[in-house]
């Protein structure tokens, strides 16, 4: 091998050493405005603290992202690639790669009969048309409605540090799903044998296709869905998205989405009664595991119960 080769290949080592486009890390970092140093996110609670946000309402850690995904700022997974853990940087994102320079023509009159009377003051966040927008004033009839993002035309700069590299898959998928929920999700991966329909190939030309039943293993992330996250609007309009999304990072065949129903207080009770008003119409369908009973008399003596 030549000079220049030995070089070439001494550079590309160069550029594959420390982490990569597709690595998991745990990233904690804080971003502020770069003109006047407006806090905009934080992973660090004394951070959250100290500018009064409210710290009972979310949890700050650490966050689990992919490099390459876009799960934070271009400019700032550019800098982490070729890092290792335990590295700090310091990037400043241009407003062009963060929230968009600022657009004049985005303030715009509307009749203030769109929006809701609570919401009808300088400073109020409103949603018209499918746009997000923030009220400047309202005079009369009219309301003038900047629908720039807030953070529009600044630049912001991220103070990071690279806390860990995440290996374990189970840790990988709650990554995943907690950059869209903040709830605590129980979860784990196991292989099970799932019977599915193949195509059996012919060496007959022009033959019909056939199929038969195969076992086949399957890994499967099972997620056991709290209460929290049923009713979550996110969570119902994009969970096919969003699961594709760990299928695919993760490298599991399929997930499955367990409903978890918690025992109430009382609801024994309630049962109880129940079960005794059903009382004799449930034991002509308990006879007829022991018997042989025709299931037309039991359907009569159902329903004769049910006048009763």
Do not use: C
Not at 69 to 82: C, K, N
Not at 128 to 153: K, M, P, S, W, Y
Not at 259 to 287: H, K, L, R, S, Y
């Amino acid at each position: 091998m030549g000079m220049s080769d030995q070089q070439e290949a001494d550079d590309a080592d160069a550029e594959d050493a420390g982490l990569q486009n597709g690595d998991f890390i745990r990233l904690a970092y804080t971003a502020r405005t770069v003109d006047d140093g407006e806090l905009v996110d934080t992973t660090d609670a004394e951070v959250a603290e100290e500018e009064g946000v409210d710290t009972e309402e979310q949890e700050f850690a650490p966050r689990t992202i992919v490099l390459g995904e876009g799960h934070i700022f271009g400019p700032v997974e550019a800098d982490i690639v070729g890092k290792e853990v335990g590295d700090t940087g310091s990037v400043v994102v241009p407003a062009t790669e963060a929230f968009g320079e600022y657009d004049d023509d985005e303030v715009r009159t509307v009749s203030a009969d769109k929006i809701a009377e609570d919401d009808r003051y300088p400073g109020a966040h409103v949603d018209i048309d499918g746009q997000h927008g923030h009220v400047e004033t309202i005079i009369g009839g009219r309301a003038r409605v900047d629908f720039n993002h807030v953070l529009a035309g600044e630049d912001i700069e991220y103070e990071y540090e690279v806390v860990s590299e995440v290996t374990d898959r189970v840790e990988r998928s709650q990554g995943l799903l907690s950059m869209y929920f903040d709830v605590d999700l129980d979860m784990r991966i196991e292989t099970d044998e799932v019977e599915e329909e193949a195509e059996v190939h012919s060496d007959e030309e022009d033959a019909e296709p056939e199929f038969e039943m195969q076992t086949v293993e399957k890994e499967t992330l099972y997620i056991d869905q709290s209460p929290q996250l049923q009713f979550n609007q996110q969570w119902m309009m994009g969970k096919q998205q969003i699961l594709q999304e760990v299928i695919d990072q993760v490298g599991v065949d399929r997930v499955i989405v367990q409903e978890v129903i918690d025992g109430m207080g009382g609801m024994g009770g309630m049962m109880g009664g129940m079960g005794g008003g059903m009382g004799a119409g449930m034991g002509a369908v308990e006879d007829a595991l022991d018997e042989d009973v025709d299931a037309d008399d039991i359907v009569e003596e159902l329903e004769g119960t049910a006048e009763e």
